[in-house]
């Protein structure tokens, strides 16, 4: 199994400044993703953040307003750029132990709410 | 695209009480099917899956059958109990890691 550690668990911030959440997994892991959850919404996929290579958005995210780090296999950040209240939202990471879908696991999300 | 349809909420049952939460989807190919639930202040976890049509998924006493033919997958629990109050997120994958999730369903049992 895989513990996943977010940090910070919830913040307030004020419109027009960034927050970058920090996402840790207790072992070594070779894709990781990152969800948004917008109040009363599913969850969507922002980015999938490989080590080495620079993170995938899909549709309807850009790197510009949440820029990704994953400096190694255990650890990755994202950034929440020039926020918007639009932006409150649970922020969830993700990781694949890639031995099937049983086994993905979730962390506990970050809640952000912007003011 | 991929989507999900989850039966709205929140659901309110008594303890004992049967529990079903509808779930239709629609995807290119052959997707697996998960059921997964977020406990308060907890992280998401997943209940149950089923990679095929008439797998079964079934996990803590709640089951779910993967239906091709209606393309849908709903939940399923004899006897809730308080324990179970959470948010039910029903989510198809096709692709590692890349999952479409319905809406989520709130389930609060009462004592």
């Known amino acids: 199994s895989a513990v996943i550690s977010q940090k910070p668990s919830r913040d307030i911030c004020q419109r027009g400044t960034s927050l970058t959440i920090q996402c840790q997994v207790d072992?070594?892991?070779?894709?990781m993703f990152w969800y948004r959850q917008q109040p009363g919404q599913s969850l969507t996929l922002i980015a999938t953040?490989?080590?080495?290579?620079?993170?995938?958005?899909e549709s309807g995210f850009v790197i510009d307003k949440f820029p990704i780090s994953r400096p190694n296999l255990t650890f990755s950040t994202l950034t929440v750029s020039n926020m918007s209240p639009e932006d409150s939202s649970i922020y969830l990471c993700?990781?694949?132990?890639?031995?099937?879908?049983?086994?993905?696991?979730f962390g506990p999300g970050t809640r952000l709410l912007v003011l | 695209g991929d989507s999900v349809t989850q039966m709205e909420g929140p659901v309110t049952l008594s303890e004992e009480a049967f529990l079903t939460i509808n779930c239709t989807y629609t995807?290119?190919?052959?997707?697996?099917l998960f059921w997964y639930v977020q406990y308060p202040g907890e992280g998401l976890q997943l209940l149950l899956k089923?990679?095929?049509?008439?797998d079964k998924g079934s996990n803590k006493g709640f089951e779910a059958t993967y239906r091709k033919e209606t393309t849908s997958f709903h939940l399923e629990k004899g006897s809730v109990q308080v324990s179970d109050s959470a948010v039910y997120f029903c989510?198809?994958?096709?692709?590692?890691?890349?999952?479409?999730f319905g809406d989520g369903t709130t389930l609060t049992v009462k004592p």
């Open positions: 993700s990781v694949d132990m890639g031995q099937g879908w049983e086994t993905q696991y």
């Open positions: 089923a990679t095929k049509a008439d």
């Open positions: 072992s070594q892991v070779t894709m």
């Open positions: 989510a198809l994958g096709t692709n590692a890691g890349k999952s479409t």
């Open positions: 953040a490989n080590q080495g290579s620079e993170a995938t958005y």
């Open positions: 995807a290119t190919g052959y997707p697996s």
